[in-house]
């Protein structure tokens, strides 16, 4: 079989010389899970043409699922039949009850097995119902049994962060077996949303080992998403270590990597293309290379030299565009413009050159926020601004954020409720019964109805407290309670037109000169991800209306990620004093105090929020611009 290097040309050569594995960049999730469910689909027909079994090895986690989505599909709409194939999934926690929500067993079925017409007998998945003195015989089976089929002849694969493939944690050794293994700190960080809390999560699982895998044919990788970036980084780039078990991969003959926008962001030919490639140079990729430069160097925009272009890689900047002394003054300059104390833009001032017009003066400002909270953590100083320089300041919740609300807090506000036995809104609820509920809930177990409404209650009156303390009055609060979230559990429903209508509503209520909204793309449970979907579909709807052409929209980050330094428009500087009034704003919001965020183990949200605003302050700082205490950021959406 020919390397994927031998296939490619010259320029993809030069461009893809860091890449050790065949890397396709795909548009978005959805077309890169149709792509590989096609070659799916393709290896299933040949060897039916062929008469034989397709063996495959199959993921669990969110990253396959649109491709069994695709696959479903292709078997209701095209025909596509899976008597022939036998399955052998990656892992399973253990110990774990089969008909457990969160075991594989379940999502496999859930998501593939009961829409499809594979035989029962062909399904393989270890066995987390059995005693731990059973485990290696079980194990030393299922490497039999795959042996005896014929051996994987495609084995999918998602990475978690903390590098694993399958459950294969870092220290996993190139010639491991299936077997059983303690999950990493990470995993079980990542994992925690699914139970209810990482203490809920199980330490160990049953996993096929770094040999098992690399003894599949072909093996088809997927990672989607910002979270994943540094760890896809490792494996396409790194060198090969235990450290990083997904970088055994690079010594497999056939793999071929799916990457989403997101997920490849790091990657050098897409991250610094300059190393890699000739590029045109535009401003924003300018601005993208000294920032880059600059951190390099560790020196600041305007102390870099001819000779420091010259020496990285950046020479045809300065061939193109002017010296050193212009590219530099060029990008501070896009640094000082962005960074403004008045993100509503300055009554009475020219700010032609400023992020936000003058007029219309104040504006009608629409905040949408995905959950309780998000606003604030993620532009609680800005909305301070926004409403002492006399804005109109609205905030739509989108969703209720009921999930997150642990289930004592609910106890704590039944108890109160009923001390104060007034329970409006609550009056049809039986909250004896609610507390007796939750006291039995198992880890994970979907919440009743009645216990959302509660929870749901709970958050608005946070919301609310939030609110006030930020001087937004409560006719300006609007509580969205988008359906798509009200499934009682970490996995969401799709969006429908009534998600987009209740949005579309709120817009023209208000009718914004002024819109924020959430912009990233990745967050643990999708929400945020859905929320922006949802509003690019309702801003569709929207663009006909008179008021929709004076609308500039912005979009924040969450909790999760920052924007990075170069793509920000709007960078609005806080005081110490406006970093403590966005703190308790956040701290407005009580139940979410102890809720961990995966990735977000280690500290309470307010404080990464705080954290990130602090390390934005810094790093403009480095870049040479003036020394704040911190600064929230922002960019222009570009539909
Ligand atoms: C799942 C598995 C894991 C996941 C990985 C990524 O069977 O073996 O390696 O592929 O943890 O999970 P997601 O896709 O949820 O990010």
Same mark, same amino acid.
């Given at each position: 079989?020919?390397?994927?290097?031998?296939?490619?040309?010259?320029?993809?050569?030069?461009?893809?010389?860091?890449?050790?594995?065949?890397?396709?960049?795909?548009?978005?999730?959805?077309?890169?899970?149709?792509?590989?469910?096609?070659?799916?689909?393709?290896?299933?027909?040949?060897?039916?043409?062929?008469?034989?079994?397709?063996?495959?090895?199959?993921?669990?986690?969110?990253?396959?699922?649109?491709?069994?989505?695709?696959?479903?599909?292709?078997?209701?709409?095209?025909?596509?039949?899976?008597?022939?194939?036998?399955?052998?999934?990656?892992?399973?926690?253990?110990?774990?009850?089969?008909?457990?929500?969160?075991?594989?067993?379940?999502?496999?079925?859930?998501?593939?097995?009961?829409?499809?017409?594979?035989?029962?007998?062909?399904? /393989?998945?270890?066995?987390?119902?059995?005693?731990?003195?059973?485990?290696?015989?079980?194990?030393?089976?299922?490497?039999?049994?795959?042996?005896?089929?014929?051996?994987?002849?495609?084995?999918?694969?998602?990475?978690?962060?903390?590098?694993?493939?399958?459950?294969?944690?870092?220290?996993?050794?190139?010639?491991?077996?299936?077997?059983?293994?303690?999950?990493?700190?990470?995993?079980?960080? *990542?994992?925690?949303?699914?139970?209810?809390?990482?203490?809920?999560?199980?330490?160990?699982?049953?996993?096929?080992?770094?040999?098992?895998?690399?003894?599949?044919?072909?093996?088809?990788?997927?990672?989607?998403?910002?979270?994943?970036?540094?760890?896809?980084?490792?494996?396409?780039?790194?060198?090969?270590?235990?450290?990083?078990?997904?970088?055994?991969?690079?010594?497999?003959?056939?793999?071929?990597?799916?990457?989403?926008?997101?997920?490849?962001?790091?990657?050098?030919?897409?991250?610094?293309?300059?190393?890699?490639?000739?590029?045109?140079?535009?401003?924003?990729?300018?601005?993208?290379?000294?920032?880059?430069?600059?951190?390099?160097?560790?020196?600041?925009?305007?102390?870099?030299? /001819?000779?420091?272009?010259?020496?990285?890689?950046?020479?045809?900047?300065?061939?193109?565009?002017?010296?050193?002394?212009?590219?530099?003054?060029?990008?501070?300059?896009?640094?000082?413009?962005?960074?403004?104390?008045?993100?509503?833009?300055?009554? *009475?001032?020219?700010?032609? *050159?400023?992020?936000?017009?003058?007029?219309?003066?104040?504006?009608?400002?629409?905040?949408?926020?995905?959950?309780?909270?998000?606003?604030?953590?993620?532009?609680?100083?800005?909305?301070?601004?926004?409403?002492?320089?006399?804005?109109?300041?609205?905030?739509?919740?989108?969703?209720?954020?009921?999930?997150?609300?642990?289930?004592?807090?609910?106890?704590?506000?039944?108890?109160?409720?009923?001390?104060?036995?007034?329970?409006?809104?609550?009056?049809?609820?039986?909250?004896?019964?609610?507390?007796?509920?939750?006291?039995?809930?198992?880890?994970?177990?979907?919440?009743?109805?009645?216990?959302?409404?509660?929870?749901?209650?709970?958050?608005?009156?946070?919301?609310?407290?939030?609110?006030?303390?930020?001087?937004?009055?409560?006719? /300006?609060?609007?509580?969205?309670?988008?359906?798509?979230?009200?499934?009682?559990?970490?996995?969401?429903?799709?969006?429908?037109?009534?998600?987009?209508?209740?949005?579309?509503?709120?817009?023209?209520?208000?009718?914004?000169?002024?819109?924020?909204?959430?912009?990233?793309?990745?967050?643990?449970?999708?929400?945020?991800?859905?929320?922006?979907?949802?509003?690019?579909?309702?801003?569709?709807?929207?663009?006909?209306?008179?008021?929709?052409?004076?609308?500039?929209?912005?979009?924040?980050?969450?909790?999760?990620?920052?924007?990075?330094?170069?793509?920000?428009?709007?960078?609005?500087?806080?005081?110490?004093?406006?970093?403590?009034?966005?703190?308790?704003?956040?701290?407005?919001?009580?139940?979410?105090?102890?809720?961990?965020?995966?990735?977000?183990?280690?500290?309470?949200?307010?404080?990464?929020?705080?954290?990130?605003?602090?390390?934005?302050?810094?790093?403009?700082?480095?870049?040479?611009?003036?020394?704040?205490?911190?600064?929230?950021?922002?960019?222009?959406?570009?539909?």
């Amino acid at each position: 079989m020919l390397n994927w290097r031998d296939e490619i040309d010259v320029k993809q050569k030069l461009e893809r010389k860091h890449e050790k594995l065949l890397v396709n960049i795909c548009e978005d999730v959805n077309s890169a899970s149709i792509e590989i469910a096609n070659i799916i689909a393709g290896l299933i027909r040949e060897k039916e043409k062929a008469g034989k079994n397709f063996v495959l090895g199959l993921a669990t986690g969110s990253s396959p699922v649109s491709v069994y989505r695709e696959l479903v599909r292709m078997h209701k709409e095209e025909g596509l039949s899976f008597r022939h194939v036998i399955t052998f999934n990656l892992d399973e926690y253990f110990p774990m009850n089969a008909g457990n929500d969160q075991s594989y067993v379940h999502f496999m079925h859930d998501h593939l097995f009961d829409h499809i017409d594979i035989p029962p007998e062909n399904v /393989n998945i270890p066995d987390g119902e059995i005693d731990q003195g059973e485990v290696y015989d079980f194990c030393q089976n299922y490497e039999q049994k795959i042996k005896e089929a014929g051996g994987l002849d495609l084995q999918v694969l998602g990475i978690g962060r903390s590098g694993h493939i399958g459950f294969n944690e870092p220290g996993s050794a190139n010639n491991s077996p299936t077997r059983l293994i303690s999950l990493d700190s990470v995993t079980i960080a *990542d994992a925690a949303g699914d139970f209810g809390a990482a203490a809920n999560v199980p330490r160990r699982a049953i996993t096929m080992g770094i040999e098992t895998i690399m003894s599949a044919r072909k093996i088809i990788f997927m990672a989607w998403g910002e979270k994943k970036t540094a760890v896809v980084k490792e494996t396409v780039e790194g060198e090969v270590s235990d450290l990083i078990p997904a970088t055994f991969i690079q010594e497999h003959r056939d793999v071929s990597v799916f990457l989403d926008q997101a997920a490849s962001s790091k990657l050098t030919r897409v991250d610094t293309p300059w190393l890699v490639r000739d590029v045109k140079w535009d401003d924003l990729l300018i601005k993208k290379a000294v920032v880059w430069l600059s951190k390099k160097l560790g020196k600041p925009v305007l102390k870099l030299t /001819n000779q420091d272009y010259n020496d990285n890689h950046l020479s045809t900047i300065i061939m193109n565009h002017g010296s050193a002394y212009d590219i530099n003054l060029r990008v501070f300059k896009m640094f000082q413009k962005s960074i403004t104390g008045w993100p509503g833009g300055k009554r *009475d001032a020219d700010q032609h *050159d400023r992020p936000e017009r003058s007029l219309p003066y104040p504006k009608r400002i629409l905040v949408f926020s995905p959950r309780p909270a998000d606003d604030v953590i993620a532009m609680g100083g800005t909305l301070n601004r926004l409403v002492k320089q006399g804005h109109d300041v609205h905030i739509a919740y989108q969703t209720s954020g009921n999930i997150s609300v642990p289930d004592h807090e609910v106890i704590k506000h039944i108890e109160l409720v009923m001390e104060l036995t007034s329970g409006q809104n609550v009056q049809d609820i039986d909250l004896n019964g609610v507390k007796e509920m939750l006291n039995k809930k198992e880890p994970g177990e979907a919440d009743h109805k009645d216990v959302r409404r509660i929870k749901s209650l709970i958050r608005k009156s946070e919301a609310l407290a939030s609110c006030r303390f930020l001087g937004i009055p409560e006719k /300006n609060v609007h509580f969205l309670e988008m359906p798509f979230y009200e499934t009682g559990t970490i996995k969401k429903a799709s969006l429908k037109e009534e998600d987009i209508q209740k949005m579309v509503k709120v817009l023209r209520q208000v009718k914004p000169d002024q819109l924020f909204a959430a912009g990233d793309l990745t967050d643990p449970h999708g929400t945020r991800r859905t929320c922006l979907v949802a509003l690019t579909r309702s801003l569709e709807q929207v663009k006909g209306d008179d008021w929709y052409a004076g609308c500039w929209t912005w979009l924040y980050k969450g909790a999760w990620q920052e924007w990075e330094i170069s793509d920000i428009d709007m960078a609005v500087p806080l005081s110490p004093e406006e970093l403590d009034q966005k703190r308790l704003s956040i701290f407005r919001h009580s139940t979410q105090k102890d809720v961990q965020f995966p990735g977000m183990e280690d500290m309470e949200v307010w404080r990464y929020s705080v954290e990130r605003n602090r390390a934005t302050a810094e790093l403009l700082n480095r870049l040479g611009m003036a020394e704040y205490e911190a600064v929230e950021v922002f960019v222009n959406h570009k539909p």
